[in-house]
Every structure is written in C-alpha cells, then in structure tokens.
C-alpha cells in the first residue's frame, strides 16, 4: 500500500497546529513544512529564531544570515549589494528583500511580497532591480 497525495495532505493538516504551537512556544518562526509521499511519508519542518527588523524581515532566517556573512555575486559577476529589506518592485508586485537561498541555484534570491507577507524565490536578473532599489532609496 502506498501513501496517496490526499492522505499526505490529511496528515500534513493534522500535524500543523501541533507544530505550530511547539515552535511558538520555543520563539521559533511558524515552520516551513514540506513532506514527500508514496512507498512512504517523510515530513520535514523548518523554523528558525524570529528577529525582525524595521522593515519587517526575519534577520536571524538562513537566507538573511547567509546574505549577511557571505553576501552575494551572480554567475556573471553583478554583486548583489542591497542591505536586507530593500523595496523593489518586479512584475507589478512589490517586494522586500530577505536574502539568499543559499541551496538553491536556479532561485537563489529570497524576497518577501509586501501585499501577502509570502516569500518568492527569484532568479539573477531581479540583481539589478534591487540594487537599482536601494541606490534610489539612499538619495
């Protein structure tokens, strides 16, 4: 018998207020739960310390720290030079930027939608939008 995709969402489902409370209760950030199905059912739970600047973003997350401690340079050699919490705007959409995604090649750049308070990943070319961003808001 095999895990269907219904069931993992049931399951899913009846875990998340329970590991919701858990990482409230320890100052963590409500976890980032991602779970595989089939043969078997494998959940996995992120959280981390929640510190919160100015402008809303999650300095302690990974991605903020990675960008803090190693900054960042695309594949063609732009330097992302942006402090964290930069506003920018791409696809009509407003965004802050919350750092690097380390882990991930194709979408490294981490940003907070400011309408919905959900993250997006973004690939290299928005560089030079939130670099451009952060020039304007310095003058």
């Known amino acids: ?38 043969a078997g059912f494998e959940i996995k739970a992120k959280g ?3 510190t919160l600047d100015e402008s809303g973003i999650n300095t302690s997350s990974m991605e903020a720290q990675y960008y803090t401690n190693f900054g960042y340079k695309s594949m063609t050699g732009l330097e992302l030079t942006a402090p964290l919490g930069t506003r920018f705007a ?14 991930r090649r194709k979408y490294p750049i981490y940003c907070k939608n400011i309408a919905t308070g959900e993250y997006s990943l973004f690939t290299e070319s928005v560089i030079k939008k939130i670099n451009d961003a952060a020039l304007a808001a310095s003058k």
């Open 48 to 50: 981390t310390v929640e």
């Open 90 to 103: 791409t696809n009509g959409k407003e965004y802050l930027f919350a750092g690097i995604a380390a882990t």
């Open 1 to 38: 018998m095999t895990i269907s995709k219904a069931q993992g969402h049931e399951i899913v489902d009846e875990l998340r207020p329970a590991l919701e409370a858990v990482f409230a209760k320890h100052g963590l950030t409500p976890p980032q739960i991602r779970w595989t199905y089939g």
